[in-house]
Nanobody, 130 residues
Framework: QVALAESGGGSVQAGGSLRLSCVAS????????MGWFRQAPGKEREGVAS?????????LYDDSVKGRFTISHDNVKKTVYLEMNNLKPEDTGMYFC??????????????????????WGLGTQVTVSS
């Protein structure tokens, strides 16, 4: 079993920055992909960024955050980060950390399919005001 715990959310003005963290605990010494999804009130959940252990230099980003958000993974600290810069009001939402941990080689760069992942955090709120 794996547990994911997010932190770092908050309220900022447009143009500001936040860094989200997600610490994985439990049986984590396996191949994995981790990522972030977000959901705004009244909107569907969407994938934001994803990074895999096998492809640490080739993460996935949604087009809406490319050039503004950076995902990174510290394997020693078992933590994935989402550095968010130049935040916009449309970035407002609950941000969820997700993880896919496998005893087998995943051979993936990640996914924006929620069901690809087998562990999910409870979320951290990000609010960006104009």
């Amino acid at each position: 079993q794996v547990a994911l715990a997010e932190s770092g959310g908050g309220s900022v003005q447009a143009g500001g920055s936040l860094r989200l963290s997600c610490v994985a605990s439990g049986n984590t010494n396996r191949d994995n992909c981790m990522g972030w999804f977000r959901q705004a009130p009244g909107k569907e959940r969407e994938g934001v960024a994803s990074i895999c252990r096998a492809y640490p230099d080739d993460p996935l980003y949604d087009d809406s955050v490319k050039g503004r958000f950076t995902i990174s993974h510290d394997n020693v600290k078992k933590t994935v980060y989402l550095e968010m810069n130049n935040l916009k009001p449309e970035d407002t939402g609950m941000y969820f950390c997700v993880g896919r941990f496998s005893d087998y080689t995943l051979g993936s760069r990640g996914s924006f399919n929620w069901n690809f992942y087998n562990y999910w955090g409870l979320g951290t709120q990000v609010t960006v005001s104009s």
